[in-house]
């Protein structure tokens, strides 16, 4: 597959790399995971999308989400190269509560998580993050700065967030390929100091 107008143009991996990783990109509905597998993924990104019906408005929360007409209803799916010896697979959740049954199936064998937070409803991340936590699935937080959202100090989202001082937190715009870049460049660092292995 290729993809001309897409970040990268690379369809074929380099015979340099030898190991890839799971990575879950997970956060609640319309925090901007399928725009970040779109922003980075090498590759076409293999989107699961339908359009939001009126039936759903009345279970999912649209108010902060204007432009959303489309919501994931499996998963989305993105490769990047991040270096000459490694591949990520990204595997983008779908948000909404009733497909996170789906979330064991897509966690299987993942390495560690993204997880995209946005800060006009950071209460709604707490299951996402009790889903890693109850895993023990080691995960970054990216805070999706959205056009208008407030801006908090760091401490301040780790303190609502509960976060570990040792996890990650960084921001990033998910429509931006260097940020999201640097965001999976910092979880596979965190991944790799904690599990131990060579990035
Ligand atoms: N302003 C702004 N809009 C964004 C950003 N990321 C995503 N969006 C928009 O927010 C909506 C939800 O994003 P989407 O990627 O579908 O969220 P998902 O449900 O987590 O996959 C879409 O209309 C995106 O265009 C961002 O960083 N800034
Ligand atoms: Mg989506």
Same mark, same amino acid.
């Given at each position: 597959?290729? !993809? ?17 990783? $799971?990575?879950? &990109? ?6 901007? $995971?399928?725009?970040? *597998?779109?922003?980075?993924?090498? &590759? ?30 499996? %998963?989305?799916?993105?490769? %990047?190269? =991040? !270096?000459?010896?490694? *591949? %990520?697979? @990204? ?10 049954? %789906?979330?064991?199936? @897509? ?7 993204? *997880? =995209?937070?946005?800060?006009?409803? @950071? ?19 990216? *805070? !999706? ?11 301040? &989202? ?12 960084? @921001? ?8 999201? =870049? ?18």
């Amino acid at each position: 597959m290729s !993809n001309d107008s897409g970040p990268a143009q690379i369809s074929y991996l380099p015979p340099t790399v030898k190991r890839s990783a $799971k990575i879950l &990109i997970a956060g609640h509905f319309g925090v901007g $995971k399928t725009t970040l *597998v779109g922003s980075i993924s090498e &590759i076409e990104p293999l989107r699961t999308e339908e359009p939001i019906t009126q039936a759903s408005t009345a279970v999912d929360d649209l108010t902060q989400l204007p432009q959303k007409d489309e919501t994931t209803v499996a %998963l989305d799916f993105g490769r %990047l190269t =991040l !270096n000459e010896r490694l *591949v %990520l697979y @990204l595997f983008g959740t779908p948000g909404q509560r009733r497909f996170w049954p %789906l979330w064991d199936d @897509l966690a299987h064998g993942a390495l560690g998580a993204l *997880v =995209l937070v946005d800060t006009r409803r @950071l209460d709604e991340s707490d299951a996402v993050l009790a889903f890693m936590e109850e895993r023990d699935l080691p995960y970054a937080v990216a *805070v !999706n700065e959205f056009t208008g959202a407030r801006r908090f100090p760091e401490h301040e &989202i780790r303190q609502a967030l509960d976060l570990a001082p040792h996890t990650p937190l960084l @921001l990033c715009d998910a429509r931006a390929r260097d940020a999201c =870049l640097d965001a999976l460049i910092t979880l596979v660092h965190y991944l790799a100091h904690r599990l131990e292995i060579r990035p």
